[in-house]
């Protein structure tokens, strides 16, 4: 059995929808479908979930929510004409939409979180109801059917545990295809809660661990991952196969094909991946799989870098030499709800590298003002903007020469180094550098390996 899952690109409009419909046809293992929310269909188009956002900001602010709601009706209608859907057939879908803006919520961010999920819910609907209408039998399946429970973040949920026992009992009938909608789960409570953005990739994995899946497919809009981001160097080498461990650290550097997240529940249930193309579903795409499976091992599979963080530099002599220095740093850290990222030091020096996305600038003050307070450091920098590379390979390990490869294609570029850090897995290296440096750096480390 495999567990198909379609991101928003590939369920942008009708004709979309046609070629995933096909897609499933022509293969009678794909049993289970996952499902985003309708994509974009060209470049200034807005997504199902932007619009779905839109509309519960309206609710919030009691504004006028009826364009905004004409917007979202008018996305499904026109995948349903498409098809040529009976006209009753969208009546509950279009009474759901209205019905969200009535119904009553534990907080705001729980709004939020139905209203963003709506966008997968309403289009698995939507999908189950053209599969049946095109004579495939398909049938929508709520998260709720299989036991998807989660934790009570409403905007950053977490599955528990408990839930793989839920789904192990699903029973799933020969010849029907199910039907979800990805990137949500329930509370215990019954309040809908969402992954972070992307969790349509999470909720795949976790039915792919769940009902144990021989293949996760992960059908997107490019043909393979490749070693390095296509904007940066123009048709870069394509990944065939690569080990879960190279695809979490690349993708939580900034390869965007797959969510870091989703790679967890695979790995738990040893369920390998293939992501594929919508629309070129004959390609092989890329092969991710158990490091005891991978046939050829390169010394580097894949550069990643994002420019998403920041940075609290401390100089403070002797900190080598001060008995609980770091816990000090760690306690501060904890007490303002700030997790890092890295922290690389020396004898005199410390760097805590932070994910900008998970702080504001009140929680950033607050450290600082802790830090000077406590520490009392010699030298307290701010660094707003923090570039870092990760440059992934199961080859590297043990490798002479791996950050020779690395590094002397930098000095040749003139690109000074902030960080050189190996993971404790020996499979990354990962470099600090300035946002400027950053494409021309990935671009050096690339030419010099791959070409």
Do not use: C
């Not at 997968?120 to 939507?126: K, P």
């Not at 769940?210 to 981001?229: C, H, K, P, Q, R």
């Amino acid at each position: 059995m495999k567990v198909a899952k379609f991101g928003g690109s590939s369920l942008a409009d009708g004709q979309q929808l046609q070629r995933v419909y096909d897609i499933v046809r022509a293969d009678d293992d794909r049993q289970v479908v996952v499902v985003s929310a309708p994509g974009k269909r060209f470049d200034d188009d807005i997504k199902i979930t932007d619009l779905m956002i839109d509309y519960a900001n309206a609710v919030i602010l009691d504004n006028d929510p009826s364009e905004v709601v004409a917007a979202i009706k008018a996305r499904y209608q026109a995948i349903a004409d498409h098809f040529g859907l009976p006209a009753d057939d969208m009546d509950d879908i279009n009474a759901q939409i209205d019905h969200l803006a009535r119904h009553h919520y534990r907080t705001f961010d729980y709004l939020y979180a139905a209203f963003a999920a709506h966008g997968e819910f309403l289009n698995a609907q939507l999908v189950a109801k053209v599969f049946n209408f095109l004579g495939t039998p398909a049938r929508f399946v709520d998260p709720k059917e299989l036991g998807f429970l989660v934790d009570d973040n409403p905007r950053a949920a977490t599955l528990l545990e408990e839930s793989y026992k839920e789904m192990a009992k699903f029973e799933l009938t020969v010849g029907e295809r199910l039907i979800v909608p990805g990137f949500f789960g329930y509370t215990e409570r019954g309040d809908i809660a969402t992954f972070s953005r992307g969790g349509s990739d999470i909720t795949g994995a976790i039915l792919a661990r769940g009902l144990s899946a021989d293949l996760y497919e992960n059908f997107t809009d490019v043909s393979a991952i490749y070693a390095v981001n296509p904007k940066i160097i123009p048709h870069p080498a394509a990944i065939t196969e690569m080990t879960y461990d190279e695809m979490r650290e690349l993708s939580y550097a900034g390869f965007a094909v797959f969510h870091d997240e989703a790679i967890i529940p695979a790995i738990e249930g040893r369920v390998r991946i293939n992501i594929k193309n919508t629309n070129r579903p004959e390609d092989p795409g890329t092969m991710i799989v158990p490091a005891s499976e991978l046939k050829n091992i390169r010394p580097v599979t894949g550069i990643a870098n994002s420019d998403r963080f920041a940075a609290i530099y401390l100089h403070h002599y002797l900190l080598n030499k001060e008995v609980g220095f770091t816990l000090r740093i760690l306690e501060i850290l904890k007490r303002y709800q700030v997790s890092y990222e890295h922290m690389p030091s020396g004898i005199d020096d410390l760097t805590i590298i932070i994910d900008k996305t998970l702080v504001n600038q009140e929680q950033v003050d607050a450290v600082l003002r802790d830090i000077q307070d406590t520490i009392k450091p010699d030298v307290l920098n701010w660094i707003p903007s923090y570039t870092i590379i990760m440059v992934v390979g199961e080859g590297m390990r043990d490798r002479v020469g791996a950050l020779t490869d690395i590094v002397t294609p930098l000095k040749e570029n003139g690109i000074s180094l902030q960080m050189v850090n190996q993971g404790a897995s020996e499979i990354s290296i990962m470099l600090g550098v300035k946002p400027k440096d950053s494409d021309l750096a990935v671009k050096a480390i690339y030419q010099n390996i791959f070409e």
